[in-house]
């Protein structure tokens, strides 16, 4: 039986994705890739964040912040 691909998780998202996964816009979302606060890659003329980028990313702000 084959499996069928669009059930499987992904492991990169495009920049909206991503963006729509931090709860953030698509323009700040650019200003992090650019800054290389989180990483991305690109496949031809497509740019993809990795799925370990933004939990990197996220782990990253959570142990800058402050305990309350």
Same mark, same amino acid.
């Given at each position: 039986?084959?499996?069928d691909?669009?059930?499987?998780?992904?492991?990169?998202?495009?920049?909206?994705? /991503? *963006?729509? /996964?931090? =709860? $953030?816009? +698509?323009?700040?979302?650019?200003?992090? $890739?650019?800054?290389?606060?989180i /990483? =991305?890659?690109? $496949?031809?003329?497509?740019?993809r $964040?990795?799925?370990?980028?933004?939990?990197?990313?996220?782990? +990253?702000?959570? =142990?800058?912040?402050?305990a *309350?």
């Amino acid at each position: 039986m084959a499996t069928d691909p669009t059930n499987q998780a992904r492991h990169l998202l495009s920049v909206e994705d /991503a *963006a729509r /996964a931090l =709860s $953030i816009g +698509r323009t700040t979302m650019f200003n992090l $890739i650019k800054t290389g606060a989180i /990483a =991305s890659v690109q $496949i031809g003329r497509l740019r993809r $964040i990795p799925l370990t980028a933004i939990a990197e990313f996220t782990a +990253r702000l959570t =142990s800058e912040q402050p305990a *309350a």
